[in-house]
């Protein structure tokens, strides 16, 4: 079995920055990409960032400039700093990871919600 587990979270004022973790753990061979995903009230989920097995980044275009996804030096650990917030930034965030355990599946994480005031 596999686990996500973020953090970071948190309230912050626009302009403001928040650095999100989230670590994977359990039975794993190999994870090929991590990424992290938005849902706000209202809304379908959505594409933050991803990041492959060679550190290669994807970002939606509403947080190119301003995101930064990265691999940590523990391969099952991906962080996503978030500067410049803005209020439209506001939701839960989401660590997903497609990996390996015993053969390849896709993971979530429980979430941790970002709040960014005006």
């Known amino acids: 079995q596999v686990q996500l587990v973020e953090s970071g979270g948190g309230l912050v004022q626009a302009g403001g920055s928040l650095r999100l973790s989230c670590v994977a753990s359990?039975?794993?061979?190999?994870?090929?990409?991590m990424g992290w995903y938005r849902q706000a009230p209202g809304k379908q989920r959505e594409l933050v960032a991803t990041?492959?097995?060679?550190?290669?980044?994807n970002y939606a275009d509403a947080v190119k400039g301003r995101f930064t996804i990265s691999r940590g030096n523990a391969k099952n650990t991906v962080y996503l700093q978030m500067n410049g917030l803005k209020p439209e930034d506001t939701a839960m965030y989401y660590c997903?990871?497609?990996?390996?355990?015993?053969?390849?599946?896709?993971?979530w994480g429980q979430g941790t919600q970002v709040t960014v005031s005006p």
């Open positions: 997903n990871a497609n990996l390996v355990d015993y053969y390849r599946n896709n993971y």
């Open positions: 359990g039975t794993i061979f190999s994870i090929n990409t």
């Open positions: 990041i492959t097995r060679g550190s290669s980044p």
